[in-house]
């Protein structure tokens, strides 16, 4: 029987790439729907397939492959899926491999212990910023960050003190995102947003209230490398009520000294 090469560059070769691409997207698209804290008790498949636009039968064998490879797991009981283990494992991995992380622990620490509120540590990602890492203090129960959690760039003091020293391009990213979903605060516009980078720039950190619609306040500072490009920030965030505005101001010099101390560790200005 004669055996014929397949032309890699031939029309079904193409589509079978089409079509793997396309399944990879399709479960990226379904693990990052389920990392969202609302399915922390899991989903359904006609829940997931509504959700990310699938067929069912689509998003259920989406599913079973990853839940073969530990990615998801499924409730006996409920039926219901949510993230499985090896999803931990490759974020562990991250984490352990994140050499600003391990950097800026002992800085994170310290500088929760002295100020008494919770101090995490935030880096940016396509417009976003992703906290990578947190300590808890004080007495306030509600979590105001979390490891893992992603929040527009403009609309946090940690975003906003790293997206004061990006380029112009990811600015411009910013303020269309600001006029396609306004924060409830101060910045309504691309004037209001570049007027905040700019007095960011200016005094060194950036600060953040929302006492009216979150409960929420924070202050960041950005950290820098050894190439001198910001490289992450660190901020304390706490409620309101146990982070006034004059605390904000007191604890903005610590912050900004313990940014600083970081970004001299990652080989800044050295």
Same mark, same amino acid.
């Given at each position: 029987m004669e055996v014929r090469a397949v032309n890699p560059g031939s029309a079904t070769v193409r589509s079978v790439q089409r079509e793997s691409v396309q399944s990879l997207e399709r479960g990226f698209n379904i693990l990052q729907h389920m990392a969202d804290p609302r399915l922390s008790r899991g989903a359904t498949v006609t829940d997931l397939a509504r959700d990310v636009g699938l067929h069912k039968s689509t998003a259920y064998r989406i599913l079973d492959t990853l839940r073969q490879q530990g990615f998801v797991r499924q409730d006996a009981d409920s039926g219901r899926y949510s993230l499985g283990y090896s999803v931990l494992n490759i974020a562990a991995q991250f984490l352990n491999n994140a050499e600003i992380r391990g950097v800026a622990s002992s800085e994170l620490r310290e500088l929760a212990s002295a100020s008494g509120h919770s101090v995490h540590l935030a880096v940016w990602d396509r417009g976003e910023v992703v906290y990578l890492d947190k300590v808890d203090k004080g007495e306030w129960t509600r979590t105001v960050t979390n490891v893992g959690m992603?929040? /527009?760039?403009?609309?946090? %003091?940690?975003?906003?003190?790293?997206?004061?020293?990006? /380029?112009?391009? %990811?600015?411009?990213? %910013?303020?269309?995102?600001?006029?396609?979903?306004?924060?409830? #605060? #101060?910045?309504?516009?691309?004037?209001?947003?570049?007027?905040?980078?700019?007095?960011?720039?200016?005094?060194?950190?950036?600060?953040? #209230?929302?006492?009216?619609?979150?409960?929420?306040?924070?202050?960041?500072?950005?950290?820098? #490398?050894?190439?001198?490009?910001? %490289?992450?920030?660190?901020?304390?965030?706490?409620?309101?009520?146990?982070?006034?505005?004059?605390?904000?101001?007191?604890?903005?010099?610590?912050?900004?000294?313990?940014?600083?101390?970081?970004?001299?560790?990652?080989?800044?200005?050295?």
């Open positions: 992603r929040s /527009p760039a403009h609309c946090t %003091a940690s975003g906003r003190a790293i997206l004061a020293h990006l /380029p112009e391009e %990811a600015i411009g990213d %910013a303020a269309a995102r600001v006029l396609s979903a306004p924060t409830l #605060d #101060d910045i309504r516009s691309e004037v209001d947003l570049r007027a905040t980078l700019q007095e960011t720039r200016m005094r060194g950190y950036a600060l953040i #209230d929302h006492e009216a619609t979150e409960g929420a306040r924070e202050v960041a500072a950005p950290v820098f #490398d050894y190439r001198g490009r910001v %490289a992450a920030a660190i901020g304390i965030s706490d409620s309101a009520n146990a982070l006034s505005q004059e605390r904000m101001e007191e604890l903005a010099p610590m912050v900004v000294m313990a940014a600083n101390r970081i970004s001299q560790r990652l080989g800044h200005g050295v």
